[in-house]
Nanobody, 116 residues
Framework: QVQLVESGGGLVQPGGSLRLSCAAS????????MGWYRQAPGKQRELVAA???????TYTDSVKGRFTISRDNAKNTVYLQMNSLKPEDTAVYYC??????????WGQGTQVTVSS
């Protein structure tokens, strides 16, 4: 089992920045990949960014150059730095972890709203 706790969401103006954090309940050395998904109203959940234990990183095209995913193994935490935010980034953001045994775990979600 892996418990994931997200923080850092909120309301921000277009062009602004936010940093999301996801703290895992156990060492992320034992987790194959961690990432961030988002779900906007009326839309399917989509992958935003992911990072593997080997530091392979993936971004969805719409956030490339604006978002940065990183991990702090000592703190069992993964971050998503979001810059140049746009209204279309508004969604609930979920932290995700996949173990080596291919079990999936999700956080409770944190709301990000980009609006003037």
């Amino acid at each position: 089992q892996v418990q994931l706790v997200e923080s850092g969401g909120g309301l921000v103006q277009p062009g602004g920045s936010l940093r999301l954090s996801c703290a895992a309940s156990r060492s992320i050395y034992t987790i194959y990949a961690m990432g961030w998904y988002r779900q906007a109203p009326g839309k399917q959940r989509e992958l935003v960014a992911a990072i593997t234990s080997g530091d392979t990183i993936t971004y969805t095209d719409s956030v490339k150059g604006r978002f940065t995913i990183s991990r702090d193994n000592a703190k069992n935490t993964v971050y998503l730095q979001m810059n140049s935010l746009k209204p279309e980034d508004t969604a609930v953001y979920y932290c995700h972890a996949r173990t080596i045994a291919t079990n999936d775990f999700w956080g409770q979600g944190t709301q990000v709203t980009v609006s003037s």
